[in-house]
């Protein structure tokens, strides 16, 4: 009987006693397709709950394992897990999904927000700065990593791709969480690997948005990289047909040698280096491969129709692969 009710007393304040009575509340997420382990395991690692076991018994003694919601919650280790549940199983109701694709530029982020009736294009680039602008908020005070952005830049590139939960439809608010995922993402370790290589943050994001546009897998993008670095390494022209994309705001790849021509600061045929800054706002990988390029004895590259990238050695083999698979 003792043996009982010490079993029940452990269990009960488990999970009728909150963790931490005066503890700050703090942002919780939960991933869709995350089931009740995935949960209970990520409450605990945010030292949110005692032990994960506890929420793990209750939502089973509930029958409420299976209707657990995703979304982002303000929860505090001074909630008791009954009332954790509650949130979680209620949903964020008041909260939208937005997601923002790898690879759009802020044209496609205004017009997708625009369509969600969220707020207009021209309500974003008021903040952000119309693609190829010159007239952004300035957020440098508040983030570290846009210090070495040019003022006369737009935020382009840094609004990072990804799924958020938001309240409000206010622009500035979804920017600003925005800029702080990609400053999560943006680790301290990556920023001294970037500091090593006595580049920027910006010269690194714009790079990773050329090669966010010109080629689709991993190892595809780590091999542009490193043409890329070595083609401006070398004072070569980089060529990319992403910028004059870009620039015309086609929706197709193709370009003519009409279009290599226009005048702009964007154009990577007309003009050496790097583009003024970022074409698109690039994921992960691509920021990845533009901090860890990979060498190789390549010097040109393009993707085919199907999206395969062929890699050539010199001019010559370059031409070839044109005339073989951009007829």
Request: net charge neutral.
């Amino acid at each position: 009987m003792l043996t009982a009710c010490l079993i029940f007393a452990y269990f009960w304040q488990g999970i009728f006693l909150a963790k931490n009575a005066e503890a700050q509340p703090k942002l919780f997420v939960v991933e869709k397709g995350q089931g009740l382990l995935d949960i209970a395991t990520n409450l605990e690692k945010e030292d949110l709950i005692k032990d994960k076991l506890f929420f793990q018994i209750y939502l089973t003694w509930q029958g409420k394992a299976r209707q657990l919601q995703a979304g982002e919650y303000l929860l505090s280790p001074s909630m008791n897990i009954p009332e954790i549940a509650m949130k979680i199983l209620a949903g964020s109701n008041s909260q939208e999904k937005v997601t923002i694709i790898e690879g759009w530029t802020l044209r496609n982020i205004g017009r997708y927000f625009a369509d969600k009736e969220f707020f207009s294009a021209a309500a974003l680039f008021s903040l952000t700065g119309a693609p190829m602008s010159n007239s952004p908020q300035d957020y440098s005070l508040e983030f570290d990593f846009l210090k070495d952005k040019p003022k006369n830049v737009s935020l382009e590139g840094y609004l990072f791709p990804d799924t958020y939960y938001v309240k409000t439809k206010d622009p500035e608010e979804i920017i600003r969480k925005m800029l702080d995922n990609f400053d999560n993402k943006l680790t301290a370790d990556l920023r001294m690997e970037i500091e090593k290589q006595n580049k920027t943050i910006f010269e690194i994001v714009t790079m990773a948005s050329l090669i966010e546009k010109e080629v689709r897998t991993l190892e595809d993008k780590k091999l542009v990289s490193g043409i890329l670095w070595k083609r401006l390494a070398n004072r070569m022209p980089l060529q990319s047909c992403a910028s004059i994309v870009y620039v015309l705001d086609k929706k197709t790849t193709k370009i003519s040698r009409e279009d290599t021509e226009i005048d702009s600061p964007y154009n990577t045929y007309k003009y050496p280096g790097l583009p003024l800054g970022p074409i698109c706002n690039p994921g992960l990988e691509s920021v990845l491969a533009s901090i860890y390029p990979k060498e190789s004895n390549y010097w040109y590259h393009l993707s085919t129709p199907e999206g395969e990238t062929i890699f050539s050695r010199n001019l010559e083999e370059h031409n070839i692969a044109k005339a073989k698979y951009l007829k």
